[in-house]
């Protein structure tokens, strides 16, 4: 156990439609990152915040948006879903923000139908 | 640009030794790191090279030379449960993104 809890572990939807996945990082950890990992792909870095500010920004699409609470935990919205964002989605954590020494969740697998 | 090059497979026995190599394409970058998948789970850190040379972790080493552009991850006493992906990566100090490579993937036959 990483101890990075994701939720929800499946989400099916339909396209068009918008969704939150969510992330707690483990403790103590001030780092989040966000990666998509479609079917035979490496990890594609999304977003990374840092103590609830946007630290570094990868490939993210403009229709998906993250933040950071200041409880830590984070969100990632995916707006107007295309069947093509059918992937597993990963957040990690880390103590550092420069390290790239990251603990990752379990993933949340995401069907646009 | 900033690129990662591993080879996407690679075969060893089981008991034997295994070298996951990487390659990378990028101008600077504050380490290389290597994570292991296996296939439906999430990847896990193995290990973290800031500087050059070799890092020990029980059965796993890694090796990093920046004057070579070049890194890679021993396994020793390969066992079947090490079947799995093998990702290296890299922080970009030029824009802090985080490049994975595509991931090796490790077949071991008994």
């Known amino acids: 156990d990483s101890g990075v809890t994701q939720t929800p572990k499946h989400l099916i939807t339909a396209t068009g439609q918008r969704v939150t996945l969510r992330c707690s990082p483990r403790?103590?950890?001030?780092?989040v990152y966000w990666y998509q990992q479609s079917l035979d792909q490496g990890l594609q870095f999304l977003i990374q915040?840092?103590?609830?500010?946007?630290?570094a920004k990868g490939n993210i699409l403009e229709r998906f948006s993250a933040q950071q609470f200041p409880d830590l935990h984070s969100e990632l919205n995916l707006s107007s879903l295309e069947l093509g964002d059918s992937a597993l989605y990963f957040c990690?954590?880390?103590?550092?923000?420069?390290?790239?020494?990251?603990?990752f969740g379990a993933g949340t697998r995401l069907s646009v139908l | 640009g900033q690129s990662l090059e591993q080879p996407s497979e690679v075969t060893a026995v089981e008991g034997a030794i295994v070298q996951i190599n990487c390659t990378y394409q990028?101008?600077?970058?504050?380490?290389l790191s290597w994570y292991q998948q296996h296939d439906g789970g999430a990847p896990t850190f193995l290990s973290y090279?800031?500087?050059?040379g070799l890092e020990e972790t029980g059965r796993f080493s890694s090796f990093l030379s920046r004057s070579d552009s070049y890194g890679y991850l021993l396994l020793q006493e390969l066992q079947m449960k090490d079947s799995a992906s093998y990702f290296c990566?890299?922080?970009?100090?030029?824009?802090?993104?985080?490049?994975f490579g595509k991931g090796t993937r490790l077949h071991i036959l008994p």
């Open positions: 990566a890299v922080r970009d100090t030029r824009d802090d993104k985080i490049i």
């Open positions: 990690a954590s880390s103590a550092s923000d420069r390290q790239n020494i990251q603990y």
């Open positions: 403790s103590g950890d001030l780092s």
């Open positions: 915040y840092y103590n609830g500010e946007e630290r």
């Open positions: 090279n800031a500087l050059d």
């Open positions: 990028t101008s600077g970058f504050y380490g």
